[in-house]
């Protein structure tokens, strides 16, 4: 599986960005797709994930009710919408395939990232 990670760019605080994710080499409607980012200087951290099926999310705290990932299994694709950003949330953002789980080593797959920049 191919991860190609899209939609980084500078935005100011408040707000929104529309992350996607498009995979390719396998069906994937059997993975689950998450989100990590990591800021300059610290580890990656989990973001949120979404099971194969759609029928289940999961967020870290720190985003829930402003982040939502969804995915289309007929695109292949995986989003995060990103609404009211903050300076915090400015970090390289990266998709992974794996386990319904919010720990990196249930990822296999990983994408390259894409730079999100939140700044006045």
């Known amino acids: 599986v191919q991860l190609q990670a899209s939609g980084g760019g500078l935005v100011q605080p408040g707000g929104s960005l529309r992350l996607s994710c498009a995979a390719s080499?396998?069906?994937?409607?059997?993975?689950?797709l998450g989100w990590f980012r990591q800021a300059p200087g610290k580890e990656r951290e989990f973001v949120a994930t979404i099971l194969w099926s759609a029928f289940s999310t999961t967020y870290a705290d720190s985003v829930q009710g402003q982040f939502t990932i969804s995915r289309d299994n007929a695109k292949n694709t995986v989003y995060l919408m990103m609404n009211s950003l903050k300076p915090e949330d400015t970090a390289l953002y990266y998709c992974a395939a794996g386990s319904y789980s919010s720990k990196r080593r249930d990822y296999v797959y990983w994408g390259q990232g894409t730079q999100v920049t939140v700044s006045s």
């Open positions: 080499g396998r069906a994937f409607t059997n993975l689950s």
